[in-house]
């Protein structure tokens, strides 16, 4: 029962203008996504290996809880 649904369903859909619009808005959204795939520029998404790992936006996510605590004119000394 279900499958004879669905079956008239696609067919009322193409038989009526809600078929082209559907297919219309697919193809712009494609366009869309292809010319924005086509005009990126991903030389900037890859850490280099001069930069920390830790230097990014969400930083303070992935940092150790000690050096994010201290302040910032504080020499930390190893013995």
Known sequence: MLGILVVLTIVVIF??????????ALMV?????YAHGAFRVPDDLFLDDQE???AGFLSFLGGDASS???PAGVAH???
């Open 77 to 79: 000394v190893r013995w």
């Open 29 to 33: 959204g494609f366009a869309l996504l």
């Open 52 to 54: 920390p790992a830790n």
């Open 68 to 70: 994010a605590a201290a």
């Open 15 to 24: 038989l009526t203008s809600t078929g082209s619009l559907l297919i219309s």
